[in-house]
Antibody, heavy 120, light 106 residues
């Protein structure tokens, strides 16, 4: 069964870079049928797509975050990662890594989520 | 930019039918998915490709999508169905979410 696991620091200082890897187990990140993405949910707010990556390295980003985001993939580790630069308190929230189907875009597998707090 | 619109809240009595709508321009031309999120848990896929149920999702969950509106219907609503529900679509390589609907089972 496919599992996704986020890891990384729960506390990041303002203006610094948030870095989160997601390790995929029970399936290959090199599948041509799926993208791998990041979703976040700020406290009290809805779900927000950050961006996605294909195993080839092709990326798609939310236009509102594009200038501050990099998503990368390491097929040798079966892992993909998020970097969000110049964070502010508005970037506080639960971050999920997800798998989504390439044609219909269904988000069919989610990590457990990790809370990231931006604070000095 | 493309937007998906959901009502902020829907209330239903136990055993009754709850309907949650999701509106967007020509949404019926795209695939819609629905996710249930309970406090402290990751979102759970309950409907995909407009009307398909993943394995393990009860039959009381159903979906439709036509014109500008996708609808999630929960028949015989149970207290355990109380949660936030989000619609989602995939458009020009962009993942889109509705704002979410809080379902209250009174």
């Amino acid at each position: 069964q496919l599992q996704l696991q986020e890891s990384g620091p729960g506390l990041v200082k303002p203006s610094e870079t948030l870095s989160l890897p997601c390790t995929v187990s029970g399936g290959s990140i090199s599948s041509s049928s799926y993208y791998w993405g990041w979703i976040r949910q700020p406290p009290g707010k809805g779900l927000e797509w950050i961006g996605s990556i294909y195993y080839s390295g092709r990326t798609y980003y939310n236009p509102s975050l594009k200038s501050r985001v990099t998503i990368s993939v390491d097929t040798s580790k079966n892992q993909f990662s998020l970097k969000l630069y110049s964070v502010t308190a508005a970037d506080t929230g639960v971050y999920y890594c997800v798998r989504h189907e390439a044609v219909a875009g269904t988000l069919d597998s989610w990590g457990q989520g990790t809370l990231v707090t931006v604070s000095s | 930019s493309y937007e998906l619109t959901q009502p902020p809240s829907v209330s239903v009595s136990p055993g009754q039918t709850a309907s949650i709508t999701c509106s967007g321009d020509k949404l019926g031309h795209k695939y819609a998915s629905w996710y249930q999120r309970k406090p402290g848990q990751s979102p759970l896929l309950v409907i995909y490709q407009d009307s398909k149920r993943p394995s393990g999702i009860p039959e009381r969950f159903s979906g439709s999508n036509s014109g500008n509106t996708a609808t999630l219907t929960i028949s015989g609503t149970q207290a355990t169905d109380e949660a936030d529900f989000y619609c989602q679509a995939w458009d020009t390589s962009t993942v889109l979410f509705g704002g979410g609907t809080k379902l209250t089972v009174l």
